[in-house]
Protein backbone atom coordinates (compact mmCIF):
# COMPACT_ATOMS: atom_id res chain seq x y z
CA UNK A 1 0.00 0.00 0.00
CA UNK A 2 0.85 3.96 -0.47
CA UNK A 3 3.31 5.32 2.12
CA UNK A 4 4.38 8.50 3.04
CA UNK A 5 6.86 8.97 5.35
CA UNK A 6 8.20 12.86 6.28
CA UNK A 7 11.10 13.64 8.57
CA UNK A 8 13.24 17.23 8.82
CA UNK A 9 10.77 18.74 11.27
CA UNK A 10 12.27 20.38 14.56
CA UNK A 11 12.58 23.54 16.62
CA UNK A 12 14.31 26.92 14.98
CA UNK A 13 14.42 30.28 15.44
CA UNK A 14 12.96 33.02 14.03
CA UNK A 15 14.76 33.59 10.41
CA UNK A 16 16.01 30.29 10.12
CA UNK A 17 15.82 27.25 7.50
CA UNK A 18 14.82 23.57 7.86
CA UNK A 19 14.02 21.26 4.94
CA UNK A 20 11.37 18.63 5.39
CA UNK A 21 11.91 15.12 3.48
CA UNK A 22 8.97 13.01 2.53
CA UNK A 23 9.69 9.52 0.72
CA UNK A 24 6.86 7.80 -1.07
CA UNK A 25 6.54 4.00 -1.67
CA UNK A 26 4.08 1.82 -2.53
CA UNK A 27 3.03 3.00 -5.66
CA UNK A 28 2.10 0.49 -8.75
CA UNK A 29 2.04 4.06 -10.83
CA UNK A 30 3.18 7.52 -10.00
CA UNK A 31 0.83 9.66 -8.29
CA UNK A 32 1.08 12.54 -10.89
CA UNK A 33 1.13 15.51 -7.93
CA UNK A 34 2.62 16.01 -4.32
CA UNK A 35 2.26 18.31 -2.07
CA UNK A 36 2.86 19.77 1.31
CA UNK A 37 0.43 20.92 3.80
CA UNK A 38 0.12 22.24 7.56
CA UNK A 39 -1.91 22.67 10.37
CA UNK A 40 -1.07 24.68 12.97
CA UNK A 41 -3.04 23.82 16.49
CA UNK A 42 -6.72 24.51 16.21
CA UNK A 43 -6.30 25.77 12.86
CA UNK A 44 -7.82 24.25 9.74
CA UNK A 45 -5.15 22.53 7.51
CA UNK A 46 -3.96 24.47 4.93
CA UNK A 47 -1.92 23.80 1.71
CA UNK A 48 1.45 25.03 1.06
CA UNK A 49 3.10 23.81 -1.97
CA UNK A 50 2.76 21.54 -4.42
CA UNK A 51 4.84 20.45 -7.61
CA UNK A 52 3.47 18.02 -10.15
CA UNK A 53 5.91 14.73 -10.64
CA UNK A 54 7.04 15.48 -13.99
CA UNK A 55 8.57 19.16 -12.39
CA UNK A 56 6.84 21.66 -14.67
CA UNK A 57 4.05 22.97 -12.59
CA UNK A 58 4.56 24.34 -8.83
CA UNK A 59 2.46 26.37 -6.80
CA UNK A 60 2.70 27.94 -3.35
CA UNK A 61 0.22 29.41 -0.84
CA UNK A 62 0.68 33.41 -0.59
CA UNK A 63 2.00 32.91 2.71
CA UNK A 64 5.16 31.09 1.92
CA UNK A 65 5.49 32.20 -1.62
CA UNK A 66 9.43 33.45 -1.90
CA UNK A 67 10.47 31.12 1.07
CA UNK A 68 9.68 27.87 0.55
CA UNK A 69 10.84 25.93 -1.86
CA UNK A 70 9.25 22.46 -3.04
CA UNK A 71 11.20 20.27 -5.41
CA UNK A 72 11.34 16.41 -5.94
CA UNK A 73 14.33 13.85 -6.61
CA UNK A 74 12.36 11.40 -8.93
CA UNK A 75 14.85 8.18 -8.00
CA UNK A 76 14.81 8.68 -4.68
CA UNK A 77 11.45 8.86 -4.38
CA UNK A 78 11.46 11.50 -1.98
CA UNK A 79 9.32 15.13 -2.63
CA UNK A 80 11.28 18.41 -0.58
CA UNK A 81 10.22 21.05 1.36
CA UNK A 82 13.42 24.25 1.58
CA UNK A 83 12.01 26.51 4.29
CA UNK A 84 14.00 29.79 4.61
CA UNK A 85 12.91 33.01 6.82
CA UNK A 86 11.12 30.97 9.02
CA UNK A 87 8.06 32.99 11.14
CA UNK A 88 6.35 32.10 14.31
CA UNK A 89 3.43 31.82 12.15
CA UNK A 90 4.89 28.89 10.40
CA UNK A 91 4.82 26.88 13.48
CA UNK A 92 2.27 23.93 12.77
CA UNK A 93 2.60 19.86 11.77
CA UNK A 94 3.50 19.52 8.30
CA UNK A 95 2.21 16.75 6.19
CA UNK A 96 3.38 15.03 2.96
CA UNK A 97 0.36 14.79 0.71
CA UNK A 98 0.11 12.14 -3.07
CA UNK A 99 -2.64 12.35 -5.72
CA UNK A 100 -3.47 11.41 -8.97
CA UNK A 101 -4.00 14.09 -11.14
CA UNK A 102 -4.26 13.70 -14.95
CA UNK A 103 -3.65 17.19 -16.05
CA UNK A 104 -1.06 18.96 -14.64
CA UNK A 105 -3.25 22.22 -14.49
CA UNK A 106 -5.41 20.12 -11.51
CA UNK A 107 -1.95 19.92 -8.94
CA UNK A 108 -2.51 22.58 -6.94
CA UNK A 109 -1.98 22.78 -2.91
CA UNK A 110 -5.91 21.72 -2.24
CA UNK A 111 -6.78 19.38 0.19
CA UNK A 112 -9.48 17.16 -2.85
CA UNK A 113 -6.94 16.82 -5.19
CA UNK A 114 -4.93 14.50 -2.69
CA UNK A 115 -5.81 10.71 -1.60
CA UNK A 116 -2.67 10.08 0.68
CA UNK A 117 -0.96 11.71 3.82
CA UNK A 118 1.61 11.00 5.50
CA UNK A 119 1.70 10.92 9.72
CA UNK A 120 3.36 14.99 9.60
CA UNK A 121 6.25 15.72 11.14
CA UNK A 122 6.14 19.07 13.55
CA UNK A 123 7.86 22.49 13.01
CA UNK A 124 8.33 25.06 15.72
CA UNK A 125 9.65 28.32 15.03
CA UNK A 126 9.99 30.70 18.13
Known amino acids: HVQLVESGGGSVQTGGSLRLACVASGYANSPGCMGWFRQGTGLQREGVAS????????KYADSVNGRFAISLDSAKNTVYLQMDGLKTEDTAMYYCAAGRVYDPSACTPVTTVFGYWGQGTQVTVS
Open 51 to 58: ITVAGERL
